[in-house]
């Protein structure tokens, strides 16, 4: 099921960060934006003043990667659930009705949050920038690590060190998610999925 494009050219598309539920923007898309946006992971709209397609992002780099598309029951609304990579208005605030946008009570969210700006912006001091620098490779293989350990805590019956080794785990996760631009909502997307199916 699509967008009734054949009834109105332009549909509003009203963005919300699904992390957090809070409105990012509004915009309008055509059909060539719309297929482009699912073609491509970056929402991309039509711009009625310029006559053309444009990704967000193009300009500043702070692109939306879409995590998913509603539609309204008359097909003539657009709900995008996308994940910001940087401040959304032009005016350099979180979204474009001047709100602030966090991520909830949900803490994963928020270390994720952490971990792309060290990957974006590295510090020395910073062991996720380290992390980072020794690629994916090393990332991958403390992600194994971690796990082995989880596995060891989790037969020896130690609930202390099973939480703390399963914290690394989730840590070092989020890491790898990260350096290969898969956003943590993508993976709770699938479970919710899954979860759904077999109710």
């Not at 009705?97 to 990957?119: A, C, S, T, V, W």
Request: hydrophobic fraction near 35%.
């Amino acid at each position: 099921m699509k967008p009734n494009f054949k009834r109105q050219a332009l549909i509003p598309a009203i963005v919300q960060d699904p992390r957090s539920g809070t409105v990012l923007m509004m915009a309008y898309m055509n059909e060539e934006s719309y297929e482009k946006t699912l073609r491509s992971g970056k929402v991309t709209f039509y711009s009625r003043s310029r006559q053309a397609l444009w990704t967000k992002g193009e300009t500043s780099g702070y692109y939306l990667k879409l995590s998913e598309i509603l539609l309204d029951c008359d097909l003539d609304t657009i709900l995008i659930k996308a994940i910001p990579t940087g401040p959304v208005c032009h005016k350099g605030s979180d979204t474009c009705f001047n709100e602030e946008n966090i991520p909830g009570d949900n803490f994963l969210y928020g270390l994720e949050k952490i971990i792309h700006d060290r990957k974006h912006n590295p510090s020395k001091k910073s062991y996720t920038t380290r992390l980072f620098d020794a690629g994916k490779k090393k990332i991958a293989q403390k992600v194994g690590e971690e796990a082995s350990e989880v596995i060891i805590e989790g037969i020896n019956e130690s609930p202390d060190r099973l939480a703390e080794e399963t914290a690394d785990l989730l840590y070092h996760t989020l890491v790898l998610l990260a350096a290969n631009d898969v956003p943590l909502q993508r993976v709770i997307n699938i479970l919710r999925r899954r979860h759904q199916k077999q109710q």
